[in-house]
């Protein structure tokens, strides 16, 4: 049976509610027909206006407040990307036909983000329920009738206040604790050797969801030889911090005793098959060697390390890169490359979120990188972490988990 296409410009006209599209400046982008006939405005009045242009406060009462409670929560939407339901509000509507004159409304208003590839807000669904009627009703009825109305109309819009309120305080817990576990499974930045490295974990600002970003810094038996390590968990949450804790330690221990990164890398991967949502982990390892000049590292799906040369040059090591982790049914040994480098070098690993942005390629996400990297090139590793996320990042903020790991060389 063939697919039917759904016309969702036609879904959205004819919900039976009152719905309207906002963009984050608060501008009508769009109104559907029950909207537009309860509010008494044509599309015209409507579509391409400020929402409090279209619908002002009532200048004549001093007290009228909902149209301020209104912006409260759209503003909180659009900070925080999260649905907000509000309490029943009493507006006071502007006759379009007899300007002048006002009506009093009673809305109860819920409020929700559209996010963009980039994470941010980019609309604002802005559903009404209309209850002047119920309100009105409860005034002309008499007595008892009258509470049980109060009663049922305000205990409506508690509920949907609780509700929002247990939603929020739910997703606020899951990411400390997240977080706090994250924490707890990522080394301290102690120094390696006598080596001057930088690391740094920004969990994403914009969204309750803590993934699975993670990095390594060990000492390795031989002379002068540490194994630097960064590595990204599919999924949210606690169940992808409590892989990623499990992984981490897998790919540090086997580093240890393996014979170079892709040997490491290849126990990990079969150490992967058995630990649930482990799937489609990118991991990059590398083996820094001081004695011999030489970066030996391989790739498992993950972003490239850099090399960032003392002339300000950049080198991507994509050399050696497979599939991420349990990508395929059989086993394959992984590839593996060695690079020279130079005193006074810098090798950066880092994870998606420093650099990628789902609508552009990542050709334009890597030059960036290199481009940041050249212009601070003369910075400490603990300078250049920071100026790395201050340039990096929206404004320093991380839409997607971070791990980054800078290492003079």
Not at 26 to 41: H, I, K, P, Q, T
Not at 286 to 292: A, E, L, N, P, Q
Request: charged share 25%; net charge negative; hydrophobic share 40%.
């Amino acid at each position: 049976m063939a697919e039917t296409a759904i016309d969702y410009a036609a879904v959205f006209q004819a919900l039976p509610g009152m719905v309207a599209l906002l963009t984050p400046e608060l501008v009508y982008a769009d109104a559907n027909e029950e909207f537009l006939r309860v509010s008494g405005r044509t599309r015209e009045q409507v579509v391409g206006r400020y929402l409090f242009d279209v619908f002002p406060d009532n200048p004549d009462d001093p007290s009228a407040d909902g149209m301020r409670n209104l912006a409260a929560s759209l503003d909180r939407v659009v900070e925080s990307g999260e649905r907000d339901a509000m309490a029943l509000q009493r507006f006071d509507v502007e006759s379009a036909e007899r300007p002048g004159e006002w009506e009093e409304r009673y809305w109860s208003p819920v409020n929700a983000p559209i996010l963009g590839t980039d994470g941010k807000v980019t609309l604002l669904i802005h559903r009404v329920e209309e209850v002047t009627e119920l309100i009105r009703a409860r005034e002309r009825a008499p007595g008892d009738r009258a509470r049980v109305l109060e009663a049922e109309l305000y205990t409506r819009a508690r509920e949907l206040q609780e509700v929002n309120e247990r939603l929020r305080e739910a997703h606020a817990h899951e990411r400390e604790v997240a977080l706090a576990l994250q924490k707890a499974m990522l080394p301290a930045p102690n120094p390696v050797g006598h080596h001057r490295a930088a690391v740094r974990y920004q969990p994403a600002t914009d969204a309750l969801n803590v993934c699975g970003d993670w990095y390594d810094l060990v000492s390795l038996a031989g002379a002068d030889r540490i194994g630097v390590a960064v590595g990204d968990v599919v999924g949210h949450g606690l169940a992808a911090a409590g892989v990623m804790g499990k992984l981490r330690s897998a790919l540090s221990a086997a580093s240890l005793v393996a014979d170079g990164p892709a040997q490491a890398l290849d126990a990990l991967g079969l150490y992967a098959r058995s630990v649930d949502g482990a799937e489609n982990t990118t991991a990059v390892q590398t083996c820094v060697d001081w004695d011999t000049h030489t970066i030996t590292y391989s790739s498992a799906g993950h972003l490239p390390p850099a090399v960032l040369c003392r002339d300000g040059t950049v080198v991507f090591l994509d050399g050696a890169t497979d599939p991420p982790l349990g990508a395929r049914p059989e086993h394959i040994p992984r590839p593996e490359a060695t690079v020279d480098f130079s005193e006074g070098d810098t090798l950066v690993l880092y994870t998606d979120g420093l650099i990628e942005r789902r609508d552009e390629d990542i050709d334009v996400s890597l030059g960036r990188l290199a481009e940041a990297l050249t212009r601070h090139r003369r910075s400490t590793p603990e300078f250049l972490a920071d100026a790395l996320l201050l340039d990096l990042l929206h404004h320093g903020r991380a839409t997607d988990d971070t791990a980054l790991v800078i290492v003079r060389l």
